[in-house]
T-cell receptor
Framework: QKEVEQDPGPLSVPEGAIVSLNCTYS??????FMWYRQYSRKGPELLMY????GNKEDGRFTAQVDKSSKYISLFIRDSQPSDSATYLC??????????????FGRGTQLTVWP | DAGVIQSPRHEVTEMGQEVTLRCKPI?????LFWYRQTMMRGLELLIY??????IDDSGMPEDRFSAKMPNASFSTLKIQPSEPRDSAVYFC????WGSGNTIYFGEGSWLTVV
């Protein structure tokens, strides 16, 4: 089992839709959770970052972590064509043998059409 | 800040040739990561360094791959001899260990081995 599992999609939605992207993870030592956005032929860029459980909101984006179920979510409200990209979830442990190693999901390819 | 700088951006080489990819991390960062991204396997961590010392190279696929970090501002990933299955995008990333582990990626080196 991969440390972080993510449905690769693809996901196609109309402009203005609410998008929900999800990941699960297996390592209880994971405490840091991130979402990266990767445009075509570019490197991943950090979009959202949370520590431990809870919600974090930044404009149209909300990241949610439920440590009890080991579930990571990213919600995009009022989606725009410019949101079309691949979204990768990532997790990092704060202790143990995997300290410092960032584990990525496969990425979900999102297309928002006008 | 110039960000993580990688070279070359694109390389096409023949099977059996040596390939050297280069990376300049963000100034002040003390952790450096090499990732490989393919459609089939997603983003895989090959090796990472902390304070120029390799910490985890368990992701290096085989002995044909080697990585060095002779100083804090430069790292190389070498493949010798290269094979067609090495064709992928290779990303270098850096972070400041202890900062909350925000990792910044370069634009990638697109390698094609024919």
């Amino acid at each position: 089992q991969k440390e972080v599992e993510q449905d690769p999609g693809p996901l196609s939605v109309p402009e203005g839709a609410i998008v929900s992207l999800n990941c699960t993870y297996s390592n209880s030592a994971f405490q840091y959770f991130m979402w990266y956005r990767q445009y075509s032929r570019k490197g991943p860029e950090l979009l959202m970052y949370t520590y431990s459980s809870g919600n974090k909101e930044d404009g149209r984006f909300t990241a949610q972590v439920d440590k009890s179920s080991k579930y990571i979510s990213l919600f995009i409200r009022d989606s725009q064509p410019s949101d079309s990209a691949t979204y990768l979830c990532a997790s990092l442990a704060d202790r143990g043998s995997t300290l410092g190693r960032l584990y990525f999901g496969r990425g979900t390819q999102l297309t928002v059409w006008p | 800040d110039a960000g993580v700088i990688q070279s070359p951006r694109h390389e096409v080489t023949e099977m059996g040739q040596e390939v050297t990819l280069r990376c300049k991390p963000i100034s002040g960062h003390n952790s450096l990561f090499w990732y490989r991204q393919t459609m089939m396997r997603g983003l895989e961590l090959l090796i990472y360094f902390n304070n120029n010392v390799p910490i985890d190279d368990s992701g290096m696929p085989e002995d044909r791959f080697s990585a060095k970090m002779p100083n804090a501002s430069f790292s190389t990933l070498k493949i010798q001899p290269s094979e067609p299955r090495d064709s992928a995008v290779y990303f270098c990333a850096s972070s400041f260990w202890g900062s909350g582990n925000t990792i910044y990626f370069g634009e990638g080196s697109w390698l094609t081995v024919v």
